[in-house]
Nanobody, 121 residues
Framework: QVQLVESGGGPVQAGGSLRLSCAAS????????MGWFRQAPGKERAFVSG????????YYVESVKGRFTISRDNAKNMVYLQMNSLKPEDTAVYYC??????????????WGQGTQVTVSS
C-alpha cells in the first residue's frame, strides 16, 4: 500500500516556476515507477511525466519537454516535478501516481488527491 500527498501548487504568472512535491508512505515506494498527471477543467486526466523506480528513465509529454523536470529521492520517499516557463495552458490539477511506468493512467495503482496549479497570463 502506498499513500501519496502532493503539495507545492498555487497561483503563478506565466513564465514563472513551481516545484510540486509528492510525499509517499509505504515501505515499497522505491519499487514503483512514479508519474505526474494533470486534469484541466472539462478535460480528461493526462500524462505529464513519469520516472522509473531507479530514476534512470524519465518521460515527458511533448508539451512540457524542456520546461518540466521529474525527479525522485527514494531515501526520502519523495517525487518532484520542477515546472519552469509556465504557460496558462499548464493550468490544471496535478496528481502524482505510483505504479507501472507508462503514459496510461490505468497503469498506476495509487493516486494522490491532487494539487491545483493556476497560471495567469
Amino acid at each position: 500500500q502506498v499513500q501519496l500527498v502532493e503539495s507545492g501548487g498555487g497561483p503563478v504568472q506565466a513564465g514563472g516556476s513551481l516545484r510540486l512535491s509528492c510525499a509517499a508512505s509505504g515501505r515499497t515506494f522505491s519499487s514503483y515507477a512514479m508519474g505526474w498527471f494533470r486534469q484541466a477543467p472539462g478535460k480528461e486526466r493526462a500524462f505529464v511525466s513519469g520516472i522509473s523506480w531507479t530514476g534512470g528513465r524519465r518521460y515527458y509529454v511533448e508539451s512540457v519537454k524542456g520546461r518540466f523536470t521529474i525527479s525522485r529521492d527514494n531515501a526520502k520517499n519523495m517525487v518532484y516535478l520542477q515546472m519552469n516557463s509556465l504557460k496558462p495552458e499548464d493550468t490544471a490539477v496535478y496528481y502524482c501516481a505510483a505504479g507501472r511506468l507508462a503514459s496510461e493512467a490505468s497503469a498506476y495503482e495509487y493516486w494522490g488527491q491532487g494539487t491545483q496549479v493556476t497560471v495567469s497570463s
